[in-house]
């Protein structure tokens, strides 16, 4: 993260219209120039300035370019930067990139501009997080939680709750400074009053986990019931495409099949299951067995049935999953006997518009838009969960009158949890790990 080498990767996808070419580092702009034809230099150029001209390899002309200007420390990475929108061939691309490499420049690694940026105090590691989760958001509301992490709402919420605690350790710690005088500097009361109040708040942030993960990853909607009620049928009509294999015979489905489809702004993971029933055949014992691990790993479970079926025959779920009952094939029956089913017609299409207003009801994001902060990292929600537990045990010492030694170091414990989120302490192993996800331009 020190590196003071100029870098240079492309920062969008190659093969369209127009790309852009990243540079960064002290030098940057006088290294472009050395390849660079235009009105003026590059080097006498003001900061947040274009400017129009052409890349060439001595004589030959690469391309017509437009470059944009960002001087220190008024760019993402807080370094002298540059970036060149090229015409779309990857031929160009690479030829730009060979000319710069050659007068010294050297390609990026995965998320290093996103590294220099959190280096320079540009970011916090929440913030650099978020790049990479809006880059890949598939969704409105996707994007919304990334968007919002990364405009810093998140982290100015983690940052003034971390200061709150640790005013009140700095007082704790005086008095272990004066523990002959028998002195409090901390008033108990509202030390109390403070903890519980920042736990409804770590607690709060740490239930949105589970709407904040099922929107960044995709909702899991398992769908189950008994062999050939038409779950293959529905699946290929939500994702559009014959996904799955169909036919009449019962037990087609051997193995669960995952496709995703964005219904409204959010994106549902639909899981084909094998067909719950009682068999001896090895391999749909198999499959049913991995039906049960959908049905358990789901947010929704989408049960289907036929108008003809006497009993329910409902999987066990917890409290956090939803259960949809759908009674398929009224095409050919028109029995409406069971409270609360969604009817359809997988085959036709009767009826699934409703059935995807059901699911889309499934998903609260009305918080979500008015941006509030939600969780959708799992690293996140650890070092929620250890700031828990330890504001939790703080508010257990303080009411059985534990020394002012222990107490402050279950305070510092969740202060040090809450500072791993924003990376004000964090290791270089956490970082090559997330680092390591980003795409190369970032």
Not at 40 to 69: F, Q, W
Not at 426 to 433: A, C, E, K, Q, V
């Amino acid at each position: 993260m020190q590196s003071r080498d100029i870098i240079v990767a492309p920062a969008t996808a190659l093969g369209g219209a127009i790309a852009v070419i990243r540079m960064s580092g002290e030098g940057s702009i006088a290294l472009c120039n050395r390849i660079f034809k235009g009105r003026k230099p590059l080097t006498e150029a003001a900061s947040h300035t274009i400017h129009y001209g052409t890349i060439c390899d001595g004589e030959r002309v690469v391309d017509d370019v437009v470059v944009a200007i960002f001087r220190a420390p008024h760019s993402y990475t807080g370094e002298e930067s540059i970036e060149i929108s090229i015409h779309g061939s990857r031929y160009i691309a690479s030829e730009v990139i060979r000319l710069l490499c050659g007068q010294g420049a050297r390609m990026a690694e995965a998320g290093e501009f996103s590294q220099r940026a959190l280096a320079a105090g540009r970011i916090d590691l929440s913030q650099a997080e978020a790049v990479a989760d809006l880059i890949a958001s598939e969704s409105r509301a996707a994007h919304a939680i990334a968007a919002t992490q990364m405009r810093g709402g998140y982290s100015t919420l983690l940052d003034s709750l971390r200061e709150e605690l640790l005013a009140v350790t700095s007082l704790l710690e005086l008095e272990l400074d004066f523990s002959e005088e028998d002195v409090e500097f901390a008033d108990r009361k509202r030390l109390e009053q403070m903890l519980t109040k920042t736990d409804g708040v770590v607690t709060r942030l740490m239930e949105s986990f589970r709407v904040g993960n099922a929107i960044r990853e995709g909702v899991a909607v398992a769908i189950v019931g008994r062999p050939n009620v038409g779950k293959s049928t529905l699946l290929n009509r939500l994702v559009g495409d014959d996904r799955a294999m169909v036919s009449d015979i019962a037990g087609t489905t051997r193995d669960t099949i995952e496709e995703s489809v964005v219904i409204d702004d959010i994106r549902f993971r639909f899981v084909d299951t094998a067909g719950l029933h009682d068999t001896e055949d090895r391999l749909e014992k198999m499959g049913i067995e991995r039906t049960e691990r959908a049905i358990r790993e789901a947010q929704v479970v989408l049960y289907m049935m036929e108008p003809t079926q006497a009993e329910l025959e409902l999987p066990k779920l917890d409290a956090e999953q939803t259960l949809l009952l759908v009674v398929n094939k009224i095409d050919i029956s028109t029995e409406r006997n069971i409270e609360d089913a969604i009817y359809i017609s997988a085959r036709e299409g009767e009826g699934i518009d409703a059935l995807r207003r059901a699911l889309r009801n499934t998903v609260d994001t009305e918080g979500l838009y008015r941006g509030e902060v939600v969780v959708s990292n799992m690293r996140h929600f650890e070092a929620l969960s250890r700031a828990h537990h330890d504001i939790e045990a703080a508010l257990r010492a303080l009411e059985s009158g534990i020394s002012e030694e222990l107490l402050a170091e279950d305070i510092r414990s969740a202060i040090t949890a809450l500072a791993e989120i924003t990376g004000h302490i964090t290791s270089d192993d956490i970082l090559r790990n997330i680092f390591s996800h980003f795409c190369i331009g970032k």
